[in-house]
């Protein structure tokens, strides 16, 4: 089971960027979906989720209203669009992958991608 996720790259506050996770290895239409990032010195933390069954959306306070997660389960890929972007998004950002029931805890996700770095420079 692989977890790929690539976008990420160097851009300005307040640009976009849209970063992509392609899962290989098994279907994953049943599982939910998630964005975590770790900035220098800090620990993982929740972004945003998708949930298999009906396509809710969560996000953590930092990121709503400026990001926007999604999924298309027949691409077997997950997509985290990130418009307004500030210094502080700067973090390398990971997908996951969790059955079972929602949750943003990190500890809780069984796969995992090899994260994408996204600088955000002011």
């Known amino acids: 089971v692989q977890l790929q996720a690539c976008g990420g790259g160097l851009l300005q506050a307040a640009g976009s960027l849209r970063l992509s996770c392609a899962a290989s290895g098994r279907t994953f239409s049943r599982h939910h979906m998630g964005w975590f990032r770790q900035a220098p010195g800090k620990e993982r933390e929740f972004v945003a989720a998708?949930?298999?069954?009906?396509?809710?959306?969560y996000y953590a306070d930092s990121v709503k209203g400026r990001f926007t997660i999604s999924r298309d389960n027949a691409k077997n890929t997950v997509y985290l669009q990130m418009n307004s972007l500030k210094p502080e998004d700067t973090a390398v950002y990971y997908c996951a992958v969790k059955s079972g029931s929602y949750s943003s805890s990190p500890e809780l996700y069984g796969y995992w991608g090899q994260g994408t770095l996204v600088t955000v420079s002011s």
């Open positions: 998708i949930t298999w069954y009906s396509s809710s959306t």
